[in-house]
């Protein structure tokens, strides 16, 4: 538990420091704006890039830890969609059920590259690159379609799903650092002198921006809704995705990887599209502050478990 803590501490705190200059030195939202783009096209693609080309992903059980995330997250889909009856009783209309979609489905990606590779260095690093490929396509393509459906004036055609999804750096960043490892291409030393340094502050200031966006209004008294996508991420989803993992046989270092994949919190980029599809952007809001300050103590026991 004092490794668990000590790899998930440096994490926190940059979240928190990004929560306290949003509010001190850094008040203006363009700011912030700017530092989110560049991170997203940028910086955190390069990341993504120079880790997966430098990875040893034959040593790897690439198979079994991006087939227990993407099953993980493919059954808790499935399983909001079959609650979605009982949720509409309960008062929760569509673009709130959207947030719950969005709120137990997505995944924090900054905070579980920064806990794997504080935990396992480049290895966990790698794995944890291998479950964006698994999981970022998958959870893109669910979200779209349900906000589409449930939430969005006007509904999306398949085409713009797709292109939603296409349009995605990370996706591409996955791409290309696969192949190259794949096909074994030498990428010339100044690509390393340059990807390196970028990669490395990708994180760090992800994490300044996660916790920028956070918004603490109506933390004391969350919603029914919210308490509800807390539930499904950061408990139910962390079981799934180990069960599965066992399943698989996975163990050891690849095992903690996959809790530590699924028991991060959502992604703050799903706020951004619920106001683009017309979800229920601040139920969003109130489920990712809620279940980032939650995480602090669930990642912890998930992953010591």
């Known amino acids: 538990m004092a490794v668990v803590i000590s790899a998930l ?17 850094m008040r203006l939202d363009t700011q912030w704006h700017g530092l989110e783009r560049l991170t997203y096209y940028v910086l955190f693609p390069t990341l993504l890039i120079q880790t997966l080309v430098k990875a040893d992903l034959s040593s790897l059980p690439v198979a079994g830890v991006g087939g227990a995330l993407m099953l993980s997250a493919l059954v808790m889909s499935l399983l909001c969609l079959a609650l979605r009856p009982l949720l509409s009783r309960w008062n929760v209309d569509g673009p709130a059920f959207t947030s ?3 709120g137990a489905t997505r995944w924090q990606t900054y905070v579980a590259l920064a806990v794997a590779s504080n935990l396992f260095g480049n290895t966990g690093l790698a794995l944890a690159s291998v479950a964006m490929v698994a999981i970022i396509p998958l959870v893109n393509v669910f979200s779209v379609s349900v906000l589409a459906h449930y939430a969005s004036p006007e509904k999306q055609s398949i ?39 970028l990669g490395r502050s990708s994180l760090g200031i992800g994490l300044l921006v996660t916790g920028a966006g956070l918004h603490l209004e109506g933390l004391l008294r969350p919603s029914l809704a919210a308490s509800i996508a807390v539930f499904l991420k950061l408990i139910l989803m962390p079981m799934l995705a180990v069960a599965l993992a066992l399943w ?3 163990s050891g270092p690849s095992l903690v990887n996959v809790a530590v994949c699924s028991a991060v919190p959502t992604s703050s980029s799903a706020y951004v599209l619920a106001r683009q599809m017309g979800g229920d952007a601040p139920l969003l809001a109130q489920i990712i502050t809620l279940q980032t300050i939650l995480a602090a103590v669930t990642m912890p026991v998930v992953i010591a478990l």
């Not at 501490?9 to 030195?25: A, C, E, K, N, T």
């Not at 696969?178 to 002198?193: E, S, T, Y």
């Open 159 to 197: 085409r713009a799903i797709v292109m939603t999804v296409v349009k995605n750096p990370l996706i591409w960043a996955c791409a290309i650092g696969l192949a190259v490892n794949v096909m074994q291409l030498a990428l010339p030393k100044i690509w390393h002198d340059v990807a390196d340094p």
């Open 9 to 25: 501490l440096p994490v926190f705190l940059l979240i928190v420091l990004g929560f306290i200059l949003r509010r001190s030195l």
């Open 248 to 250: 698989f046989g996975i």
């Open 100 to 102: 719950i979609f969005q």
